[in-house]
Every structure is written in C-alpha cells, then in structure tokens.
C-alpha cells in the first residue's frame, strides 16, 4: 500500500461518525468496552453462518482433548481403543507424515478413524499435551478438504490454545463461517497475533475504524507483506483499490488470501488449484456449473463429500458439453432413464458405458457404492457376451455379491480373482500372494515373507505392535494405489491383515484387481 493510500484508509476512519477517544495502540481497538454494542456482518458466506450439529457433543476432559470426535465408533466400526497403547506425538509424526491415499478404500477408512470419538493415546509431556492427535487430525481433516467435519470437531472444545486456534482460523477463512471465530478472539486476543486476523475480525464485528487503524499500523511498521496488505484494504473497502490491481504472493498463499479473493469473486481469475481444502469452497460457492461438477468430482474422490452429493449434482444440472465431465453426466442420466423403464437391454447398454465413463474419471468405487443396489435386481445371463462382468466388477467394488449372482463365474481373470477375494472367509498371505502375482507375475510372495521373518528383520517401521501404529504404517506404505511396488503393497496388506483388518484388506485387493481389469484387458 502506498503512503497516500494508507493515509486515505487511516483519514477515512479518523473522521468517520463513529470514531471516539484514540487508544494506546492499534490492538487495544480490539478490546471493546463491556456494554458497548455491536451489530453483526448480514452478509455470510455460503447458505449458513453455523453449522447445527446434530450428534450430541462429548463430556471432555478439559487437558485432553485428543478423544474428541463426532461419532462414535460404535457407529463407524473403528476399534476405540486403537491408541490407547501409542504415544501421542509419534502418533502426531505418522498422521502428519502421511501422504495422500490413492486407494479409495484405504480414504474412506482413514476418514472413518478421524471422525471417531476414539479413548485418546498416551499423552506426551509439553505444551502440546493432550491435543496432539487432535492437531494432526484436524489437519488431516482440512487436506482431505472435509470441513464440515473439521469444524464440528473443533467447535467441541472449550478451552482453546494458540495451536488449536490457529487450525479454527484456517477452517472458519475457507468456510466463511467466522463469526463464532471473531467473538472468541474478541474475547480472548492473546489466541492469535496474526494481524490479518484482527483485521478482518474488527470489520465483521462493525468496528471498522479500529480494522482500518491496525492495517495502517501494521504497514508502517512493515509487518505485513504489500500483496497481503492490497487484500486486506479492498477488504475493508472495495472502492480503494481496483479488483484487477490485486495480487497474490502464491508463495505464501493461504486460507485468508482466498477469503478475501472468493469475497472479491476474483478466484478463478488468480489461482488455479486442485487441492481440496480450496475446492470445497468453490464447490459451495460456484454458480458455474462445470467448475461445481469438477470440484465436486475430486471432493468426492477425496472424501470430502458423499458420493450421493456427486450423482445428485449430474442428476439436477442441463448437460452443457459433450466431453469430460459432460460425458459422465449423460451416462449417469441415461442409466437412470433407463433403470426407470425397467429396460434391460437398455441398461446394459447404458452400464456398458457409464462403467467406462466412471472408469476414466476415476470414480469407479463411487458408481459401484451408489448403483450395486439399482443394478441386483437383474441376474447374470448367458447370452450378454462378457457384459455380465460390467454388473460383477460393480458387485465385486460395493463388497457383496447379490443373491443370484453368488455363483457367477467371469471369463476375466482379474475379475474372476476379485469375485473370488470377496468370497474367501478366511483370507491368507498366501490368497494375497496369489492375486497380486495375476497383476504382476514376476512377483514372489515368498521371497518378501523370507526376507520379514529373518532375525532382527520386522515388518514393523518401530518396535510397536499396536494395530493403530500398524494401520497407519500400511496406509503409508500402499499411498500409491495401483502404482505402489508389488512388495510394498504385499507388506502393507500384511500389516493390516495383522491388525485384524481382513476387510479393508479385501476391499484395496479387489479394487486393485478390477483397475487392472479395465487396463490389461
């Protein structure tokens, strides 16, 4: 900001009506008197300003918050007890050091351990005690892009500390909901020195002058870079500066920068993103129908949003292409035109190609959990001429097999391996050896398990064997998805197999299996 510029912002809140006595300085704007009133912000961001949280909230132990969830794991299967023998900062490093999960399964039960109301691990001495799982969890929440959950977890606790308020600042900026955020600091300060934070908490609590006061003291002393500074003036007024002579420092872009820019309807225009914490935001914004659907597509894949979120978005919006995400919409609508009528030459056709389509934008997982229950009413029949594989990988993907598809035999090896995962009740690293050797022949499951079990060799990365370290262990080591090496992925099956995870061990094998049924044949 230039020297006029910040002097125009400082005149402008000098002589407006509301200015009264000078404080001591520019942060004591932020502490109000007590019966002093304030009207809020009508503008919001989204459709709502809170969340309603449906699930009753959790007695907390105050100093330990790392068991603070939103469901219980009586509902989402996860053992309760997963870290009650880890340590919390090593569990802090695995979730923190844990890359992006290509298997859609693996996501989906990652997702599952973040939202449960987990017995909390051990705590570890230092300031951060009792809240390290929840620090990592919340981040991980944020990067999966799934912030509706993110906040109804946070907003579970009471007493907050810089960390943890910190992770609220970066939920309530890509949300728009920072309201609930500009009380709590108004109210407790020393929660954040971040000065862009104090200035757009002033303005949404109508106390413009003060806003105004903290940036152009902020400026002179230099303690806020010039692109940053640039936002926040048109923040606080939009006539200042053009919208065209804003400006990003993408170096240290962050939550608060696309705040402002979203506000500014300047997004598309500035940055060019597909990580997920950004994309929610255009999803709920966007009037654009292919910027929702293609934000909504990756959500969906990341677990952000539901899968029904997504096929509903195809259902209620007009075809406006016939490419990319056109062509998955016009296969969606018509399977279901043709579900609808009941015409079964018409559905294998359309499933014919609605399989492919869902196949190149990888969303194949998500087709077969939204369409298997459609689809069993039909049964395998002799004359489709390999078609019955495209209802059978579907059946295979969802885990279970209809009743009268239960003795279905596929001619496709891949898919006949993948039928045949699912069906086995009592799974074996010899059964895994077996299929990943269809994918990768030169493979030797042997050989891997010779090398594990010779002294001092352990599957293990530590000398823990509690199953949420080895869980964790195994999602990182089969991050890649169908591109992981066939040892890595060997190894990580094995270490859930011993975390008594046999299902998720099927569900990534046969995802694995049908990828390469599309590719090899």
């Keep these: 900001m230039t020297p006029k510029l910040i002097s125009i912002v400082v005149a402008i809140a000098f002589c407006s009506p509301g200015h009264s006595e000078e404080p001591n300085n520019a942060i004591d704007w932020f502490q109000e008197e007590p019966n002093k009133n304030q009207e809020t ?71 599952r351990i973040l939202i449960s109301e987990t017995l909390p691990p051990i705590s570890h001495s230092g300031l951060k005690s009792g809240q390290f799982y929840l620090l990592a969890k919340l981040d991980k929440l944020i990067e999966m892009g799934a912030l509706d959950e993110a906040e109804t977890t946070i907003l579970q606790v009471q007493q907050f500390s810089t960390e943890l308020f910190s992770r609220w600042v970066r939920i309530a900026f890509l949300t728009g909901r920072i309201s609930k955020l500009c009380k709590k600091l108004k109210k407790e300060p020393g929660l954040s020195q971040n000065l862009s934070v104090r200035v757009i908490c002033l303005k949404k609590l109508n106390d413009w002058d003060a806003a105004a006061l903290t940036l152009s003291t902020a400026s002179n002393l230099e303690l806020i870079d010039r692109d940053r500074e640039k936002l926040l003036v048109y923040f606080l007024d939009p006539t200042l500066i053009p919208v065209d002579e804003l400006t990003l420092n993408v170096t240290k872009f962050d939550e608060i920068d696309f705040y402002i820019l979203i506000l500014a309807n300047q997004i598309k225009t500035k940055l060019q993103t597909t990580e997920s914490k950004y994309l929610y935001v255009m999803f709920k914004n966007s009037f654009n129908t292919k910027t929702k659907i293609e934000a909504a597509e990756l959500l969906a894949i990341s677990k952000s949003i539901s899968g029904s979120t997504l096929f509903d ?68 029949k002799t004359n489709r001429e390999g078609l019955n594989d495209y209802f059978a990988l579907l059946f295979a993907l969802n885990g279970e097999m209809p009743t009268s598809w239960e003795r279905y035999q596929s001619t496709n090896k891949f898919i006949a391996m993948a039928i045949s995962i699912l069906r086995d009740d009592k799974l074996n690293s010899v059964d895994i050896g077996d299929a990943l050797k269809l994918v990768d022949p030169s493979f030797d499951s042997a050989m891997v398990l010779d090398n594990v079990t010779k002294p001092g060799l352990n599957l293990h990365e530590n000398k823990t064997n509690h199953s949420g370290t080895l869980i964790l262990q195994a999602l990182k080591k089969s991050a890649l998805g169908v591109n992981t090496p066939t040892t890595d992925l060997y190894t990580s099956l094995l270490l859930f197999l011993e975390a008594k995870k046999k299902v998720l061990v099927k569900s990534i094998l046969i995802e694995y299996l049908i990828y390469f049924s599309r590719v090899r044949e």
Excluded: C
């Design 313 to 380: 978005i195809y259902r209620n919006n007009n075809i406006n292409g016939s490419t990319g995400i056109w062509k998955r919409m016009i296969a969606i609508k018509n399977l279901d035109l043709t579900l609808r009528r009941n015409n079964e030459k018409g559905v294998i056709i359309a499933l014919n190609n609605a399989v492919n389509e869902m196949f190149f934008g990888n969303l194949l997982p998500l087709f077969a959990a939204e369409y298997s229950d459609k689809l069993s009413r039909y049964s395998p």
């Design 41 to 111: 912000i009508i503008t919001k961001i989204g459709n709502k300003e809170n969340i309603e949280v449906s699930i009753a909230k959790s007695t907390l132990d105050p100093n330990n918050l790392n068991s603070v969830g939103i469901i219980s794991t009586q509902i989402t299967g996860i053992d309760a007890r997963i870290w009650k023998e880890t340590n919390e900062k090593e569990l802090f490093h695995l979730l923190t050091t844990l890359p992006n999960l290509n298997f859609y399964s693996a996501r989906t039960f990652l997702k």
